[in-house]
């Protein structure tokens, strides 16, 4: 039977519509378009958020009735030009955070590149962040203005692992030249173990603080600095991530493209304390007092899913 030629035509273009339409929908189906940095980055937030809820849940620490602690309110601090509120967790790169958070409330952005390991001048503000006036504390304000602000500012706190922060505590604060209070601190856990001149080891500085439950904030549990049961921070971001966190988050604020997370480094000729650096100076420890320290940090690790603390199950990591 022979096809009309206008008939011929016509189921020829609907053959070559209808493969087009499939060819496209196969690419769709096994080739989805990826998915934005930013978009990338909230959805990470937002796993970190669930995860960090469901815990707060599981361990019963959401009692809405519990008021701000004054310790908490100390530690965080505020940014009224960008209504920010920033929980500051030391030896978790709240330092920098500072340095920006400075320069945003001044209207300095054009003076970001101040923030860079060889351009810091180590007498100004900028260096001596933790000592300046010009960044305000939220426990400065009245308790109903607290409240108002926790309210309506974006609150944003950045972690680290548990046990990377506490070695970077140690080797920040117990090997280096010391100002007056680390020297008082000394001085006290040293007393405590009879030693005079020798310096203070990691195995005793851990003994010291498993045994006196000491509270500096440098190694306090993260969880009791920032109380993220009680406020429900915005952004969750971690040391770890710091790059990909801190380009979301000034981004997310608006901020000029030129500002970005400073490269400065206190003591900048030594590496940064990482995980093989953790590794060396926990293997130091006996059993009892990893078993200890895993206690200690339990909450950290759970609420900021810290998959380290394999650790505290398996001793020959």
């Known amino acids: 039977m022979k096809l009309p030629p206008g008939l011929f035509t016509l189921i020829v273009l609907s053959l070559f519509l209808l493969g087009f339409f499939f060819d496209v929908q196969w690419v769709q189906l096994w080739h989805p378009r990826k998915a934005r940095p930013m978009q990338t980055w909230q959805a990470i937030q937002t796993q970190r958020k669930l995860i960090l809820n469901s815990t707060c849940l599981k361990y019963n620490f959401t009692n809405l009735a519990r008021r701000l602690n004054p310790l908490v309110a100390q530690q965080l601090f505020v940014v009224p030009s960008h209504q920010i509120i920033f929980?500051?967790?030391?030896?978790?790169?709240?330092?920098?955070?500072?340095?920006?958070?400075?320069?945003?409330?001044?209207?300095?952005?054009?003076?970001?590149?101040?923030?860079?390991?060889?351009?810091?001048?180590?007498?100004?503000?900028?260096?001596?962040?933790?000592?300046?006036?010009?960044?305000?504390?939220?426990i400065s304000y009245p308790p109903k203005q607290q409240l108002e602000l926790l309210n309506n500012y974006t609150k944003m706190m950045f972690t680290r692992d548990p046990f990377e922060r506490l070695v970077s505590a140690y080797r920040d604060k117990f090997l280096h030249s010391q100002q007056l209070h680390s020297i008082s601190l000394i001085n006290h856990i040293k007393a405590a173990f009879q030693k005079s001149e020798e310096k203070l080891t990691f195995q005793e500085f851990v003994s010291f603080l498993l045994k006196e439950k000491e509270n500096n904030i440098h190694w306090r549990a993260m969880y009791k600095l920032c109380d993220p049961c009680l406020i429900h921070y915005d952004i969750i971001g971690k040391l770890e991530t710091i790059n990909q966190d801190a380009n979301g988050l000034l981004r997310s604020f608006g901020v000029p493209e030129n500002l970005h997370y400073p490269t400065f480094k206190k003591y900048k000729t030594e590496p940064r304390t990482n995980e093989q650096i953790t590794k060396e100076y926990l293997e130091r420890l006996s059993e009892k007092q990893m078993e200890q320290l895993c206690k200690f940090y339990e909450m950290d690790f759970s609420l900021f899913n810290y998959s380290s603390n394999i650790r505290c199950f398996n001793q020959n990591w």
Not at 101 to 119: Q, R, V
Not at 128 to 134: A, M, Q, R, V
């Open 87 to 138: 929980c500051s967790i030391p030896k978790a790169g709240c330092s920098n955070w500072k340095r920006i958070f400075l320069l945003l409330e001044k209207n300095l952005t054009n003076e970001t590149s101040a923030l860079d390991n060889e351009n810091i001048n180590r007498s100004s503000v900028l260096m001596n962040i933790h000592k300046t006036p010009l960044l305000r504390r939220l």
